[in-house]
């Protein structure tokens, strides 16, 4: 498969789930949004990954180039009918390009937190094998307010209602981060945005050690991510869901 990547930051990449593509001998184009490189021809590729960043999806003013992601994004899940996988900021997109609401939250989730699947996401072949609660990693101070039309909720928590969503057949979206790595607490505090709201939610002390507290889950982390790739290709490659 060839596989398209969409980032808005070169420290938010695709992780472990980019170890996993290529172990599998996918191909994958990824494209820096944020340093002004173009969106190539969409017709050449197979699933669309898109990854988290800095910025808010209303941004535009600041980042022009959101506009064509948002277009590239509804062309590909509506009109061409492709995977998608969305992870945080990829999520948000997922559901502003499709009519949804992405707004701030009152205070940012930041840190490990516990995710529960709804009917819908017990229900759905993306989670087979999964447990029915996910202790996952956050880092977020923005939330999908809205459901696009015919959206469905697969995993809530009480901080934030659409913790993963699912429009179509298979575009998929996660507020939480999956793909993350044993250098991704460690690169991502070194980004002045995210290290305000890390302190704003854990307070100054937590914050300096959530990379101790995070290190210990991390293979639980990767088998569960591996879980839902694995999953995830055979969804796509089945000819019905």
Not at 32 to 58: K, R, Y
Not at 125 to 134: A, D, K, P, W
Not at 179 to 188: H, K, L, M, Q, S
Not at 220 to 231: F, V
Request: glycine share 10%; aromatic share 8%.
């Amino acid at each position: 498969m060839r596989i398209l990547i969409f980032q808005h930051l070169a420290v938010e990449h695709a992780g472990c789930f980019g170890d996993f593509w290529r172990q599998d001998g996918h191909e994958m184009k990824v494209v820096e949004l944020d340093e002004g490189e173009s969106i190539p021809n969409l017709d050449d590729f197979d699933l669309l990954a898109v990854m988290g960043g800095p910025m808010d999806t209303w941004q535009e003013d600041v980042h022009p180039w959101l506009v064509a992601e948002k277009a590239a994004i509804r062309r590909w899940v509506k009109d061409m009918g492709r995977p998608y996988l969305g992870i945080c900021l990829g999520h948000q997109l997922l559901a502003d390009a499709l009519g949804g609401k992405v707004s701030l939250m009152a205070r940012p989730e930041v840190g490990l937190a516990r995710v529960k699947l709804t009917r819908s996401g017990r229900d759905d072949r993306l989670f087979l094998g999964v447990n029915n609660v996910v202790e996952t990693l956050q880092w977020h101070g923005a939330e999908v307010s809205e459901l696009p039309e015919h959206g469905e909720i697969l995993a809530a928590n009480a901080a934030c209602p659409v913790q993963a969503m699912k429009w179509g057949r298979h575009a998929y979206g996660f507020q939480y981060h999956m793909e993350i790595t044993d250098r991704t607490v460690g690169d991502w505090k070194l980004i002045p945005e995210y290290r305000a709201s890390l302190e704003k939610a854990l307070g100054i002390e937590r914050a300096e050690g959530l990379a101790a507290e995070v290190a210990p889950r991390l293979g639980a982390l990767k088998s569960a991510a591996r879980q839902i790739n694995d999953n995830f290709w055979a969804l796509v490659r089945s000819p019905t869901t």
